[in-house]
C-alpha cells in the first residue's frame, strides 16, 4: 500500500507483524539502526498539508497500518495490510531488544510518565535493559539543538532500541535525523504507547478496540481537541479511497 503527496511517496512497506519481527530482528541483532513509522489517518491530513511532513515520512525504513482506515484502504486497493497499532508494538518491540541483547531508551512525555513505563515493561519482558528514559522539555524541537544532544547520547551510550513519544510530527522528524547522527540506533515512533503503560492516558477498553471504536473512545475523552482532527481525517477519505482503487 502506497500514497503520496508533494512528489513524495509514503510505502506502507511492513505487511504484518511476522514481517516485522524478520526485519527488525535483523537489524538489532546487526546493530544496524532504523526508523520505524506507524501511518494513519491523522498522518496522512500532516502529509498533505506540510511537504515536510511528508519528506520525513518517505525517509522512515518501515512504515505500518496504524488505524483500521489504512487497512481498509489497502484491502481495496488488493494490496493488503495488518493493523499493527503503535501502542501494541511497544511490549514485542523491547522482547525483540531484550532477545538481541540491546540497551532500550525511552524518550517523550514526562520523567514520571517514562519511570511508570520502564516499570512496567521490565516487569512483563525478561531480560529487558532500559538504561536511559528522556524527557526533552517543551515545547520540543526535533531539528534543534537539545534534539542534536539527545541523539549524540543514544549513540555514545549504545542503545539499540529506541521508543519515542513525541507525537506527529516530533517523532518522525527526530527518528530521520537519527539516522544520521546515531545510525546505531532503532528508532520506533510509537505516540502514546507509553503513556498507556503506565496508565497516564487511558486506552479503549479492549472490546472496542475490536470492533473498530477506539477513535470514538478518544474523541469523547478529549472532544474539542480530537473532534476536529477526526472530522479532517474523514475529509480525506473520498479522495484516498479513489487513489486506492487506481492502485488495483
Known amino acids: 500500500m502506497q500514497f503520496s503527496f508533494h512528489d513524495r511517496t509514503i510505502r506502507v512497506n511492513i505487511p504484518d507483524r511476522a514481517a516485522l519481527e524478520q526485519a527488525l530482528n535483523a537489524r538489532l541483532e546487526a546493530r544496524q539502526g532504523f526508523a520505524l513509522a506507524t501511518v494513519n489517518l491523522d498522518h496522512l491530513v500532516k502529509m498533505r498539508a506540510s511537504p515536510d511532513f511528508a519528506r520525513v515520512y518517505a525517509g522512515q525504513d518501515y512504515v505500518v497500518a496504524d488505524g483500521r482506515p489504512i487497512v481498509a484502504l489497502s484491502r481495496l486497493a488488493r494490496r493488503p495490510v495488518d493493523l499493527l497499532p503503535g501502542s501494541d508494538l511497544v511490549v514485542p518491540l523491547c522482547?525483540?531488544?531484550?532477545?538481541?541483547?540491546?540497551?532500550?531508551?525511552?524518550?517523550?512525555?514526562?520523567?514520571?510518565?517514562?519511570?511508570?513505563?520502564?516499570?512496567?515493561?521490565?516487569?512483563?519482558?525478561?531480560?529487558?535493559?532500559?538504561?536511559?528514559?528522556?524527557?526533552p522539555s517543551a515545547p520540543f524541537d526535533p531539528d534543534g539543538p537539545e534534539a542534536e544532544d539527545i541523539l549524540l547520547r543514544l549513540e555514545s551510550d549504545g542503545i539499540g532500541l529506541c521508543?519515542?513519544?513525541?507525537?506527529?510530527?516530533?517523532?518522525?522528524?527526530?527518528?530521520?535525523?537519527?539516522?544520521?547522527?546515531?545510525?546505531?540506533?532503532?528508532?520506533?515512533?510509537?505516540?502514546?504507547?507509553?503513556?498507556?503503560?503506565?496508565?497516564?492516558?487511558?486506552?479503549?477498553?479492549?472490546?472496542?478496540?475490536?470492533?473498530?471504536?477506539?477513535?470514538?473512545?478518544?474523541?469523547?475523552?478529549?472532544?474539542?481537541?480530537?473532534?476536529?482532527?477526526?472530522a479532517a481525517c474523514a475529509a480525506i477519505l473520498p479522495r484516498e479511497v479513489v487513489r486506492a482503487r487506481r492502485l488495483r
Open 95 to 135: 522482547r525483540m531488544a531484550a532477545a538481541a541483547g540491546v540497551p532500550v531508551a525511552l524518550v517523550g512525555s514526562t520523567e514520571v510518565a517514562l519511570a511508570d513505563a520502564r516499570k512496567v515493561l521490565c516487569a512483563q519482558v525478561s531480560g529487558l535493559e532500559v538504561t536511559l528514559c528522556i524527557a
Open 163 to 230: 521508543l519515542l513519544a513525541l507525537g506527529a510530527p516530533r517523532q518522525e522528524a527526530l527518528a530521520l535525523r537519527g539516522r544520521d547522527l546515531a545510525p546505531g540506533v532503532g528508532f520506533a515512533s510509537i505516540g502514546a504507547g507509553l503513556d498507556f503503560l503506565g496508565r497516564h492516558q487511558r486506552r479503549a477498553p479492549r472490546w472496542m478496540r475490536r470492533v473498530g471504536l477506539e477513535w470514538l473512545w478518544r474523541a469523547l475523552s478529549s472532544p474539542r481537541r480530537l473532534i476536529p482532527r477526526y
